[in-house]
């Protein structure tokens, strides 16, 4: 029955799928915008007599036995008090601050977890909300305490974070911003930069870095950073053409295949093979293939699932030879399948494959 909401956020936590998104409803049960698929059925992450969070998810992960879920809300449960971050550990929701601090004031649209601790991206300009800390769209929780990332007086970014990922110890954002440690030793790096040893850097060569716009997802596939969003070039300032899509092998940018024609919502690697969604309707612009919203890259060429969705896809999650696709769609594979639909990966192409039709209109994210 799928869900009555657009989904924004797939992760896998106890063995089982979890979703977030905007709904009430998913699968003809009641859940608060976050809920978990147990291969049969939908069910609630319920506790104290309330379930999910009172407001849209926009970001999960998992880490440290918990599944953390981002997004702008205010509450999780039915009681406990959330700024826009709280921790599901399988029976019972929490916070996620110290003393009596906890969460970010503004929207989470971005997490990620690693050795080092997790990481949050989004509009909030201030961590641990009731003992503030300024932190400037970007913050760093190590399971006992906040801190923002920055040097010299400055920390974070002068707008939002839409995207992070990491690899080993560098911390990569994706989003609208044009500086990086903003209110001290300002760092210019175009809507994508570098956490690293203590300092913020920006990803470009000769006098380029960057897009030359938004940038909505990140992914590190084959050794190399990839970014997807709005932007048609990418190291803005001596640019290169990468249309939607680009990745960064360590010292430039490239494109990734001639790019796809609207622009790359998620982005997601599994299976040796990149995984893209977003609103674009065809992929390899210069022998264009007709995708349907989600594609993917083998390292030279791309391809589709199968004939694709009638409508973006805003999440993308590759499992154990399936891939889960969720968003704002109605049919998946010409199926009725509202907003989440199971792609088998090992599924031909179909025969149309090939063939290219016009693409879908851009609306905002």
Excluded: C, K
């Amino acid at each position: 029955m799928g869900s009555a909401g657009n989904i924004h956020a797939l992760v896998m936590y106890q063995g089982m799928l979890h979703a977030g998104g905007d709904f009430r409803v998913i699968g003809g049960v009641a859940a608060n915008n976050v809920a978990r698929w147990d291969g049969s059925a939908w069910q609630p992450l319920e506790s104290a007599g309330g379930n999910g969070v009172d407001g849209p998810v926009h970001a999960l992960v998992v880490w440290d036995d918990r599944l953390f879920v981002g997004g702008r809300f205010d509450r999780a449960g039915s009681r406990i008090r959330a700024d826009n971050l709280a921790a599901w550990d399988g029976q019972a929701w929490g916070t996620v601050g110290r003393g009596a601090g906890q969460g970010l004031n503004d929207s989470v649209y971005a997490l990620v977890a690693g050795e080092s601790g997790l990481y949050a991206g989004g509009l909030f300009t201030l961590a641990n909300v009731g003992e503030s800390l300024p932190a400037g769209r970007v913050a760093h929780w190590d399971g006992q305490s906040w801190q923002a990332l920055g040097s010299d007086e400055g920390n974070g970014m002068d707008t939002a974070v839409y995207a992070l990922a990491l690899a080993g110890d560098s911390l990569y954002a994706g989003g609208t911003f044009r500086q990086v440690n903003h209110g001290g030793a300002v760092v210019r790096a175009n809507r994508v930069a570098r956490w690293h040893e203590g300092r913020w850097s920006a990803l470009g060569s000769g006098s380029g870095n960057g897009m030359d716009s938004a940038v909505y997802a990140l992914a590190l596939h084959d050794g190399e950073l990839y970014a997807g969003g709005m932007f048609w070039q990418a190291n803005a300032g001596d640019p290169v053409t990468a249309r939607y899509i680009a990745r960064w092998d360590g010292s430039r940018w490239q494109s990734v295949g001639s790019g796809v024609d609207n622009p790359v919502l998620a982005l997601a690697a599994g299976s040796g093979e990149l995984f893209a969604a977003g609103f674009f309707g065809r992929a390899n612009m210069a022998s264009v293939i007709r995708v349907n919203h989600v594609a993917r890259w083998n390292g030279r060429t791309w391809s589709g699932l199968g004939s694709g969705t009638d409508r973006p896809v805003r999440a993308v999650l590759p499992d154990r030879g399936a891939v889960y696709v969720a968003g704002s769609f109605s049919l998946a594979g010409g199926r009725p399948s509202e907003r989440i639909a199971r792609f088998d990966a090992g599924e031909p192409a179909p025969a149309d494959q090939s063939s290219a039709s016009s693409s879908p209109a851009v609306s905002a994210r």
